[in-house]
């Protein structure tokens, strides 16, 4: 079982900055693609960010240039350093990993952009 507690959330008004911290516990060896993903009122998940054990990174098109993911193996932690805040950008963001083929979610945090 694994287990991902997110945290640095919160509320920022636009052109803000946040970033958002991942870890990953539980038995493993090693983990795959970690990503971001985030869900707005009425609307589906949507994927924002991914990297690979090789830091090879994707992002969605509207998060380029503003957001940049990054990872540390050895700590098992995926992070989201979030600049230039839009209100668009409200959403629930979830820590997502694989491991072993099978993919886990954490409970999400709350990002909340005031215009």
């Known amino acids: 079982q694994v287990q991902l507690v997110e945290s640095g959330g919160g509320l920022v008004q636009a052109g803000g900055s946040l970033r958002l911290s991942c870890a990953a516990s539980g038995r493993f060896s090693s983990i795959g693609v970690m990503s971001w993903h985030r869900q707005a009122p009425g609307k589906q998940r949507e994927l924002v960010a991914s990297?690979?054990?090789?830091?090879?990174?994707n992002y969605a098109d509207s998060v380029k240039g503003r957001f940049t993911i990054s990872r540390d193996n050895r700590k098992h932690t995926v992070s989201l350093q979030m600049n230039d805040l839009k209100p668009e950008d409200t959403a629930v963001y979830y820590c997502?990993?694989?491991?072993?083929?099978?993919?886990?979610w954490g409970q999400g945090t709350q990002v909340t952009v005031s215009s």
């Open positions: 990297i690979n054990i090789y830091h090879s990174t």
């Open positions: 997502n990993a694989n491991v072993h083929f099978q993919a886990y």
